[in-house]
């Protein structure tokens, strides 16, 4: 992904986990699992951090006093602190950065999902037949040489102008 703190495979850098997570808790105090929660709801999926770096995440900011922790029956219920507020007001913009890039990318995958669900209940059956068949067309040609992918390319791109009516 790169940028705004993302990085391949983790997805996110711990100091910025640490950021989003301040931002989750001055919105509510929450269970770590309800961050990891949040956070894959509010991108639509894409991004579940694991545990293994959540939990840490939120000890260090207990540790360094930008969150405190409190027994909640089984379970430990974090709520931000003045330094963690201080903290996160430094960077704020780039917490609503963040926030924003997960949300637009959670509906961009949405909309993926949709697309090659075939479930789309308002399409009719030759429209589904069609696209199910353009789907299967296009595996079948994946390892193609790299003149036939630009021959599909320029097929793709003029069936997308006659969709669109231009």
Do not use: N
Request: charged share 35%.
């Amino acid at each position: 992904m790169g940028g705004r703190g993302f990085m391949p495979g983790r997805k996110l850098g711990a100091d910025r986990l640490q950021l989003l997570i301040l931002a989750l808790l001055k919105e509510k105090p929450r269970h770590g699992y309800e961050i990891i929660k949040a956070l894959e709801e509010h991108s639509g999926g894409y991004y579940a951090p694991s545990p293994g770096m959540v939990y840490p995440a939120l000890t260090y900011l207990e540790e360094i006093g930008h969150a405190t922790v409190t027994d909640d029956g089984a379970k430990k219920l974090y709520r931000i602190t003045a330094e963690g507020e201080a903290r996160l007001a430094q960077d704020r913009e780039e917490a609503d950065a963040m926030l924003d890039r997960l949300a637009r990318i959670g509906k961009k995958m949405e909309r993926v999902r949709e697309a090659f669900s075939g479930e789309e209940e308002e399409s009719s059956p030759e429209l589904k037949a069609a696209r199910r068949a353009l789907k299967q067309a296009l595996r079948d040609k994946f390892d193609a040489p790299r003149a036939e992918q630009k021959r599909l390319a320029e097929i793709l791109e003029r069936a997308t102008r006659e969709i669109r009516g231009a």
